[in-house]
């Protein structure tokens, strides 16, 4: 079944609503940029760090203990939710077709996330973390994260009561989990952690929060954006809305009982990390039905990703899921888990996430919004190939390196009559591949911040015609056009 081609009165409509959404999305998505630039250079540093314990020895600023959570906390913070929340505001307004309310109030408080954010990097960068992965900044600046998040993303709660239909999108419902369970999980992992419970667990609380910050926040937008991308660019209706709706429950009632299986065989009852991990593998089912049921969308089609950024970018960042998701599922077992939960695994599994499966369907999000808010397409359809491939090649060596450098270190933990530093060397060669992966995506985030930078300055592309991957800007329309599918 094909898409409706829309008529006159709904383009104005949609123009409309894209003037309304320009100034607080666009503002949300360099912000995100400038800091996706920073945290991967900080990726690059920390893992040279890592390699090299020797470098910059007289200098307490460059410990790795200060540069990887500065990164990690710039990625996430920073970069991913940013993103994430001006995707939700534009897709929310495109689906219930209502204007975005307030832009200035929306960009205020944009500026308000960004100063708890500055604040939350800079002191762990000057020595005031509490080493609670995500959550080691300062315990008074929560409560600011908290508000200014809230009052960023309540909008898009009147925007989809104020519908048209009566029934809603698959991918309306993602939006507002999205925006009712983060807060949840945030604030009462704050609470656990900051209310004098006990270490342990607060360590548990601090996995948990990881984990459903993975599957209750980043999943719902990324696959809101696919279940709405994907049509647009093919044409074609959602292969089965029935399977997707039962793919959102699933994931719903399984994703807050995830994340104790990083502590198995710690000091946790024993059906804490048993059912977490059980909960992950059936998660894992949900996951790969929503790719089988996007791929069957896209069945007879499959050429227009040579030619679209957004379908690119979108549909690798879907494959990417269905991967995080089986690490994520395999590494609960006790089987890999006993040896795989406090080695280099980790990081891949995590990078994976937040910058594989994440950002490239951020990616794909931006690629298709920005043109249709400021009314002028990307300067370089080349620029935008070289980002994606360099990418893709940089989490790719990111998510290998990690995988083998994981399974080498935690099969060195595993022996009782090693010595710990065991592990660390025979893995730390696998550090360069991290490294390198860093420097890779590095390179490619500062092709992405360029081009954005001039849309936002108003300097894209006057002339008519989308910009595609492998033809001149302009040459077609879209890329229905250029593979011939009406």
């Not at 609503?17 to 999305?25: Q, T």
């Not at 945290?39 to 040279?48: H, K």
């Not at 359809?381 to 998510?399: A, D, P």
Request: proline share 5%.
């Amino acid at each position: 079944m094909t898409v409706p081609q829309p008529t006159p009165e709904d383009l104005n409509e949609r123009a409309a609503i894209d003037r309304s959404a320009r100034y607080p999305v666009m503002f949300f998505f360099t912000s995100a940029a400038a800091w996706l630039l920073f945290a991967t250079v900080m990726g690059f540093v920390s893992s040279l760090k890592l390699r090299v314990p020797g470098l910059w020895d007289a200098c307490p600023f460059m410990g790795y203990g200060r540069l990887f959570p500065v990164h990690f906390n710039a990625l996430v913070y920073g970069w991913a939710m940013q993103a994430g929340i001006g995707v939700m505001l534009w897709l929310m307004a495109r689906l219930t077709r209502s204007r975005v309310q307030h832009p200035v109030a929306l960009i205020v408080f944009g500026h308000l996330w960004n100063l708890g954010v500055i604040v939350a990097v800079g002191s762990i960068w000057f020595g005031a973390s509490r080493s609670i992965p995500l959550l080691d900044f300062p315990a008074w600046l929560w409560p600011v994260l908290a508000v200014s998040y809230g009052c960023m993303v309540v909008w898009v709660i009147p925007m989809f009561h104020s519908r048209r239909n009566t029934l809603f999108y698959v991918s309306e419902l993602y939006l507002i989990g999205a925006a009712v369970w983060f807060p949840w999980i945030f604030i009462t992992a704050n609470l656990i952690i900051n209310k004098g419970t006990a270490p342990v667990m607060g360590a548990g609380a601090n996995a948990w929060y990881i984990s459903n910050l993975i599957y209750f926040w980043m999943a719902p937008v990324a696959l809101a954006v696919a279940y709405y991308i994907i049509p647009k660019i093919s044409g074609r209706a959602i292969y089965s809305y029935p399977l997707a709706q039962a793919s959102f429950w699933l994931l719903a009632v399984l994703a807050g009982w995830t994340g104790f299986s990083r502590y198995m065989g710690g000091p946790f009852p024993a059906w804490m990390p048993a059912v977490s991990g059980a909960a992950a593998i059936f998660i894992l089912l949900a996951i790969v039905a929503t790719v089988a049921n996007l791929m069957l969308t896209l069945k007879g089609c499959t050429k227009l990703w040579e030619y679209s950024p957004s379908l690119r970018f979108t549909m690798l960042g879907m494959l990417m899921l269905a991967l995080y998701a089986v690490l994520s599922a395999m590494s609960s077992t006790f089987v890999f888990g006993k040896n795989l939960q406090f080695s280099h695994f980790l990081v891949g599994i995590d990078t994976l996430a937040f910058y594989g499966f994440f950002s490239m369907t951020m990616f794909g999000a931006i690629y298709f919004i920005v043109p249709r808010i400021t009314g002028a397409e990307w300067p370089s359809g080349s620029r935008i190939r070289t980002h994606f491939w360099f990418s893709t090649y940089g989490i790719l060596t990111m998510v290998v390196t990690m995988l083998v450098g994981g399974i080498a270190q935690g099969g060195n933990l595993a022996q009782w009559n090693q010595v710990f530093s065991a592990s660390f060397v025979n893995s730390s060669a696998y550090v360069v591949g991290r490294a390198i992966a860093w420097l890779l995506i590095s390179f490619s985030n500062l092709l992405f911040l360029t081009q954005l930078g001039l849309m936002f300055l108003g300097k894209g592309r006057k002339t008519e015609g989308a910009t595609l991957l492998h033809k001149e800007p302009g040459e077609a329309s879209s890329a229905r056009e250029v593979v011939g599918i009406q």
